[in-house]
């Protein structure tokens, strides 16, 4: 449960002889002075209950101090080595003053994961009123005098177990962002937030490979160039609140030299704006391929029976007696359509069939014209 580290405790208290009683319990194996018994001080832990004499108990490295002003810098001293206490026994004096609550005070706002155990002598202050001064809650306790083995090694024991929980969670919680980060970064989606003055909050994912001609310009703190404004000033940026989660404008965009992004903007809680951009450009390309060889194809095969066509017109306009009557109106007769009328007829057929699959101005409409 606990690593091979010894864990740093912090106690104060101007009581010599509260002193000498942590030592007894924490560490009883130590030199106590003159008049030191060892057989005595071992006999006196067991007494009192005492783990650390059957050596069942975690290492401590404990940090005695008589004055308020040397518990203080000796916990700014352990923060600045990156070896903070994980819990300080912090003696709170007697009323009216209770002068120790300003070292905890203190010792709160160097440390706000620091685990403070106030002890008293005598009923001490409203545990609210302490809440409130010495927050949070669950990082503060109370100690009554005289003091019990069981009950201070209880404490350490859950702040030291706090610690290593954090620790681990912390480790997966970094491991988490940085699986996450280059998913981000394998992903050829971009993704931008930025505060409706322009500040980018987020820049991650394949933004200098969407954005090459901004490479190094849009990371976090920069601001969007005029161009890409609109991202943080997204349309419906003032719709009801309970929709602002959506992305409301989704949109494909021509960047120029045959490049296309699909973008998705939204607006943030924050009155800013949000998008998603996914480089389509090989998509598009390889759509304009195959639009072109099936257009080819089209054109081929109507061109094909256009020619089909006007060839049988021509061979039936060939043959004997085909051209030379005239109806009861006095107008040239065929039988049916005149040889004219039948070749408008084909250039109307392969009309339609070009234009609807998008061949505009095709060379049929050119001879047309």
């Keep these: 449960m606990f690593g091979p580290k010894k864990i740093p405790v912090l106690i104060f208290d101007e009581d010599p002889n509260t002193i000498e009683d942590f030592k007894i319990i924490l560490d009883p194996s130590q030199d106590l002075g003159d008049g030191y018994n060892p057989m005595g001080a071992a006999f006196e832990a067991a007494l009192i209950g005492s783990s650390s004499i059957r050596g069942r108990f975690p290492k401590l490295d404990l940090a005695f101090k008589r004055s308020g002003h040397a518990a203080i810098e000796a916990a700014r001293h352990a923060i600045e080595c990156g070896q903070p206490f994980r819990i300080a026994f912090i003696d709170i004096g007697v009323a009216p003053g209770h002068w120790g609550l300003d070292i905890a005070a203190a010792l709160r706002a160097l440390d706000s994961k620091l685990h403070i155990v106030l002890s008293l002598s005598e009923p001490g202050p409203c545990p609210l009123d302490l809440c409130e001064r010495i927050a949070p809650a669950d990082l503060l306790s109370l100690l009554r005098k005289p003091l019990h083995a069981p009950e201070i090694e209880q404490f350490i024991l859950s702040a030291e177990a706090r610690h290593v929980r954090e620790t681990a969670d912390r480790a997966v919680r970094s491991q988490a962002r940085d699986v996450a980060a280059k998913a981000l970064r394998d992903l050829p ?50 719709r009801k609140a309970e929709e602002t989660d959506r992305f409301h404008d989704v949109r494909e965009l021509c960047l120029g030299n045959e490049r296309w992004l699909i973008a998705a903007t939204g607006p943030t809680a924050g009155g800013g704006g949000m998008g998603l951009f996914l480089d389509v450009s090989d998509q598009k390309r390889e759509q304009a391929r195959r639009e072109l060889k099936a257009r080819t194809a089209l054109l081929s095969e109507s061109l094909t029976a256009f020619r089909r066509g006007v060839s049988a017109l021509l061979r039936e306009s060939a043959r004997p007696g085909r051209g030379t009557a005239s109806d009861s109106n006095g107008k040239p007769a065929t039988g049916g359509e005149d040889f004219a009328g039948q070749l408008q007829g084909l250039i109307a057929q392969l009309d339609a069939a070009l234009v609807p699959a998008g061949v505009s101005n095709s060379p049929v409409e050119q001879w047309r014209s």
């Design 189 to 238: 989606i971009a993704l931008i937030v930025a505060e409706r003055d322009r500040r980018i909050v987020v820049a991650t994912g394949a933004v200098s490979r969407i954005f090459p001609e901004y490479r190094g310009g849009l990371v976090p703190g920069t601001y969007l160039p005029e161009s890409l404004a609109w991202i943080a000033r997204p349309e419906g940026a003032y």
